[in-house]
Nanobody, 131 residues
Framework: QVYVLQSGGGPVQAGGSQTLSCTTT????????VGWFRQSPGREREFVGN????????YVVDSMKARFTVSRDSTERTVTLHMSNLKPEDTSTYYC????????????????????????WGQGTQVTVSS
């Protein structure tokens, strides 16, 4: 059984930073394309950013790209979402998602930006930004 395990998150003051990490069981996350999403109560799941399996391509939505970074450490087998200058509106539950359709499959970074493109999901991590 594949599990996507998330760590990090919690409360932070506005202007602060948070780093969320993600890894997997069974399969090596370093071989797969990964995305980050967030969802607040009553709202649809929102795409934040993603990274190709090789780590050489990443994308973060325009509204967050100045503050959020997606990276991976193949040695540690983790994918990280680093968030800085956090705002109260960033308060949400953040999800890591793994696209498992082909090991080491290079595809356009823009082709996996919706929830349906992913196969395995983390449990979600709450980030609460206070003003």
């Amino acid at each position: 059984q594949v599990y996507v395990l998330q760590s990090g998150g919690g409360p932070v003051q506005a202007g602060g930073s948070q780093t969320l990490s993600c890894t997997t069981t069974v399969l090596n996350i370093s071989d797969y394309n990964v995305g980050w999403f967030r969802q607040s109560p009553g709202r649809e799941r929102e795409f934040v950013g993603n990274i190709g399996w090789a780590g050489d391509t990443t994308y973060v939505v325009d509204s967050m790209k100045a503050r959020f970074t997606v990276s991976r450490d193949s040695t540690e087998r983790t994918v990280t979402l680093h968030m800085s200058n956090l705002k109260p509106e960033d308060t949400s539950t953040y999800y890591c998602a793994v696209r498992a359709r082909g090991r080491r499959r290079t595809i356009s970074i823009m082709s996996f930006t919706t929830p349906r493109e992913f196969d395995y999901w983390g449990q979600g991590t709450q980030v609460t930004v206070s003003s």
